[in-house]
């Protein structure tokens, strides 16, 4: 599915509407001929991720997002399964408390930022402070309009400083959601997962839309692009998550740092 990526990456000069996207699309591939390409990605983003390590001044800064139940464990969970975790970081963004309230925003969020050589991953991110803030009117709409160009601005400023920035909308259809709930709902094993404020949440999908509509077109760029992955099987997910990043590291040209010596002089007993 070599060309459906593009098909994937939000266009930049076109308004995006999540309608024209089916989230149980797999363009064209069969969850049969899905296995190998994934573990063959799976193994390249191995080699890759120890690359960036080797050469150790520029960092991957993957962020998730997606309504409940999207799938952004499963992925974090399946994708990142070959990672070294030395060289791999995860974070996930929850109501913000303690002195992440007495900070601006996008404070916690830059703490976490992967330094040189690895990789971090945000489940959730500061966009929330655009989607659940807004969804809610936890701050008046005066502030978090203006949240759209200072997120702009910041991701800007990482990747002129060394980070590549890459952005997955996990899309899933309200039916799927409902299933999944369902399931977390009968299935012992998941109960846990499940939360009643989630069904809170779910009577505000529309607006959770008009709201991700609006982050896909308003902070979308070269250097912070985002990719909307249709999510409703979770195997084409993971492929096109996989696929994504290993083309994402690929275009770094990444290389091994000057050893610190001259190695073909150096003798020893
Ligand atoms: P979960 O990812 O299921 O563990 O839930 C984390 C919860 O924290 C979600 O309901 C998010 O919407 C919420 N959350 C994350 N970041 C923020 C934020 N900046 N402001 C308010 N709520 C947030
Ligand atoms: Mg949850």
Redesign the pocket.
Known sequence: MNHAIDELKVPLDKEIKLRDVDPAGTHGVTRENAADPLMKHLKRLSVLQYLLYAEGRRSLLVVLQGI?AAG?DGTIRRVMSGLNPQGVGVT?????EGEEKRHD?LWRIHKAVPEHGQIGIF??SHY??V???RVHD?VPKSVWSERYRQINHFENMLSENGATIVKFFLYISKEEQAQRFRKRLEDKRKNWKF?P?DLK?REYWDSYIEAYEDVLRKCNHDYAPWYVIPANHKWFRNLAVAQILVETLEGMKLQYSKPSADVSQIRFE
Do not use: G, I, Q, T
């Open positions: 409940d952004k996930a963004f929850k109501v913000p925003y489940n959730r929330e402070d989607l659940v803030v936890l939360s404020d949440e």
